[in-house]
């Protein structure tokens, strides 16, 4: 064999480890950016079990669910 095939041989080889290594990284991330009104819900029904007296007894909500956080209010009550 030449080495001029035994070259090419081995950079396609070497050409195709860094394409198999790279392309997962140019997926695009499904981050959602942090939303104040997610974050006020959360927030508000962290706060609720937290201190409510009763917060063995609330029911377990999906807080993205509402809108705002009276929304939440009536579904826990």
């Given at each position: 064999?030449?080495?001029?095939?035994?070259?090419?041989?081995?950079l396609l080889f070497i050409?195709?480890?860094?394409?198999?290594?790279?392309?997962?990284a140019c997926e695009?991330?499904?981050?959602k950016p942090d939303d104040p009104k997610i974050l006020a819900r959360n927030e508000f029904y962290e706060l609720m079990k937290e201190w409510y007296f009763w917060y063995d007894k609330m029911p377990d909500v999906d807080v993205e669910d509402y809108d705002t956080p009276e929304e939440l209010l009536e579904a826990l009550r």
């Open positions: 064999m030449s080495t001029l095939y035994k070259f090419n041989k081995y050409l195709f480890g860094f394409i198999l290594a790279f392309l997962p695009k991330d499904d981050v």
